[in-house]
């Protein structure tokens, strides 16, 4: 199995950016797709973006298209987050996940086989 530790979460103010980045170890992060999730005080874990294996397809929740980019780097068994024109609607914990498949259910929590302990991120306005 695969075990996934998040970083790069923080304070910041509306309009900032922050990188996120989930490393794997145990096994390859290339053996599976990628995705990020947050959690919100009060919510339900809601998916954010997910990339392929390869890299090759990218998916995106509507709120965070055209701000948000996710990215691989199966050399360094890491997945990324960057994160542009953060608002405070941003605030939660994001989770990085990793699935053995890719195909609709891509942005449903219960297609993810793993998931990291989550890192805070706090935007203030």
């Known amino acids: 199995q695969v075990q996934l530790v998040e970083s790069g979460g923080g304070l910041v103010q509306a309009g900032d950016s922050l990188r996120l980045s989930c490393a794997a170890s145990?096994?390859?992060?290339?053996?599976?797709?990628g995705g990020w999730f947050r959690q919100a005080p009060g919510k339900e874990r809601e998916f954010v973006a997910a990339?392929?294996?390869?890299?090759?397809?990218?998916d995106y929740a509507d709120s965070v298209k055209g701000r948000f980019t996710i990215s691989r780097d199966n050399a360094k068994n890491t997945v990324h987050l960057q994160m542009n024109s953060l608002q405070p609607e941003d605030t939660a914990v994001y989770y990085c996940a990793a699935s053995s498949s890719w195909n609709s259910n891509v942005n449903f929590p219960h297609a993810y086989n793993y998931w990291g302990q989550g890192t805070q991120v706090t935007v203030s306005s």
């Open positions: 990339i392929s294996w390869r890299g090759r397809s990218t």
């Open positions: 145990g096994r390859p992060f290339s053996d599976y797709n």
